[in-house]
């Protein structure tokens, strides 16, 4: 079986698994995670072997900048001191504790590839804390801590692992000031490119009109930012971050609605076939790698168990001090009483949403075969195994308990609250709009008569919106949604029949055609 039809098979398999974790509201990657062992224990199932050149340099910069495109950035500013301390102090602090405790169960491999694995299995997985923003309503500041701390925790994991390579592959004595320095260079370095990065996009992006060039731009931005990076010998993760982040702030005047429509729903596409095939890989390299341990390695399975309750341990106490002391600091701030809560269910859902993911197993994949002296690289197939077998159960554990969590706690934000908030941005943009024609100069009297008529009615809409009883207006607002896809539905093979008959020309249809797909889009956001 060739590269081309494993990589088909792949999709086939990430497409039903997608179906399945519809049908049964559960996360698609741990679905995946699962197929793909299944897979793997099949006698006769080829072996999977994926460069980490691919996954680092291909598969990487797009889910990153994706996730980084996510983030409320307003909403990041408020956490960013929380962000910082468990981005950088947590990394490090799970870096030196898991090694450590691999270290006391297989002293074999050494402490600093323990490092190693530490560093690498001290990052979130952004794909799947991005995944959680789509399906759960957290309150905002829980979601821009998750969201915030899972982007830079891989950036400073990376740079941690990248520091316990090279002291493992150079050997001799340990240069604690060369390894700080190497770490504040990568960083430092990376966020630079960053920024560089986005501010081109950004220039680009002013100077053209055309769909097709914006698109393009967009899905270069991140590989750029990360051959740039890498190039100059500095963390390609972190620029990516800065990248995504600096374009996300500028999105609404970058691009015009009908833009903005295809870049989303390419990413979209784009992130759901890259993060399929990963998480499917994970599951497939599973059995490969413990196939290939000698007879004699049985402590595996304790290391692995060891590392992911250190994994665990090191994370709930951690988050628990930084959240609770943060929301000690922000009591009486103003806050709803749902963000202000300090009890123990907020710190635990954030520890909970720590799975692993893409980035330690882009990590492990990335271990040197060889040290500097020529000798092989100490315990790698092992070291590789427990990265994926923490990976795993994470994805699998957590994923699956992650939802039922929060809606356990009651930390999701009321949908009477969400419907509230959009009504009131309804009626806020209506009244903008009503002011602007108010100061018109210029213009056709009776066209700007009709456009204020159009917005007062939206304004009205929305006031009256606000003054219906709660159950009611879901109840009515349901028909409403359900009528209205069956009216988008009527439209659509009207369009059709008109251009099967001659009536009308392709041209007219898809433009036609466009505006119901924009109006049946936002219907479904609402619904």
């Not at 990657?29 to 199932?45: H, K, M, Q």
């Not at 495109?69 to 307003?74: E, F, K, P, R, T």
């Not at 959240?323 to 600091?329: D, K, V």
Request: proline share 5%.
């Amino acid at each position: 079986m060739n590269a081309a039809e494993i990589v088909l098979g792949l999709v086939v398999v990430a497409v039903a698994v997608a179906a399945v974790a519809g049908r049964l509201q559960a996360p698609a990657p741990s679905l995946l995670v699962i197929a793909g062992i299944l897979i793997g224990l099949i006698p006769g199932t080829p072996s999977v072997t994926v460069s980490p050149a691919v996954i680092a340099s291909i598969v990487l910069p797009p889910l990153v900048f994706a996730a980084a495109q996510d983030v409320a950035v307003s909403e990041l500013r408020k956490v960013a001191v929380e962000v910082a301390v468990l981005a950088v102090g947590l990394v490090a602090a799970s870096t030196v504790a898991v090694g450590l405790a691999l270290h006391a169960i297989a002293p074999q491999t050494g402490i600093r590839p323990d490092l190693a694995v530490g560093a690498a299995l001290a990052s979130t997985d952004p794909v799947a804390v991005s995944a959680l923003a789509r399906r759960l309503h957290l309150p905002p500041r829980l979601l821009a801590l998750v969201q915030g701390e899972s982007l830079f925790n891989d950036a400073t994991s990376l740079v941690l692992f990248s520091v316990a390579i090279s002291i493992t592959v150079e050997g001799g004595p340990v240069d604690v000031p060369g390894a700080i320095l190497d770490f504040v260079r990568l960083a430092a370095g990376g966020a630079a490119v960053g920024a560089v990065a986005a501010f081109l996009a950004v220039q680009l992006h002013r100077r053209t009109t055309d769909s097709v060039l914006d698109v393009t731009i967009s899905l270069v931005t991140p590989y750029a930012a990360f051959v740039g990076a890498e190039s100059l010998g500095c963390s390609g993760v972190t620029a990516v971050v800065v990248a995504g982040l600096g374009i996300s702030v500028r999105r609404l005047t970058l691009y015009d609605g009908r833009t903005r429509l295809i870049v989303d729903d390419l990413y979209e596409v784009l992130v759901f076939l890259l993060e399929s095939a990963v998480f499917a890989v994970i599951g497939l390299a599973l059995p490969q790698l413990a196939r290939a341990l000698p007879p004699g390695a049985r402590h595996v399975a304790a290391a692995v168990l060891v590392v992911t309750a250190v994994m665990l341990g090191i994370r709930i106490v951690w988050v628990f001090a930084v959240t609770y002391l943060s929301a000690r600091r922000r009591r009486g701030s103003g806050e709803s009483r749902l963000e202000r809560r300090i009890l123990w269910q907020g710190p635990l859902v954030v520890t909970w949403s720590g799975a692993r993911g893409v980035v330690p197993l882009t990590a492990g994949l990335s271990i040197p075969l060889t040290v500097d002296s020529g000798a092989p690289y100490p315990q790698r197939d092992l070291l590789l195994l427990v990265i994926s077998a923490c990976v795993v159960i994470t994805l699998v554990v957590q994923g699956f308990t992650l939802a039922p969590l929060v809606r356990r706690f009651n930390l999701l934000v009321p949908r009477s609250e969400r419907q509230e908030h959009e009504r009131r941005a309804r009626a806020a943009v209506a009244a903008a709009a009503l002011a602007w024609l108010d100061g018109v100069d210029g213009e056709d009297p009776d066209v700007v008569a009709v456009l204020r008529m159009q917005y007062a009615r939206r304004a009205e809409r929305a006031g009256r919106e606000a003054n219906e009883d709660v159950q009611r207006a879901r109840d009515r607002s349901a028909d409403i949604a359900r009528l209205r896809g069956e009216v988008i539905a009527v439209q659509s093979a009207e369009l059709l029949r008109l251009r099967e008959q001659g009536r009308i020309s392709e041209s007219a249809r898809r433009r036609v055609q466009r505006s119901l797909d924009v109006e049946e889009t936002a219907l479904l956001d609402r619904t």
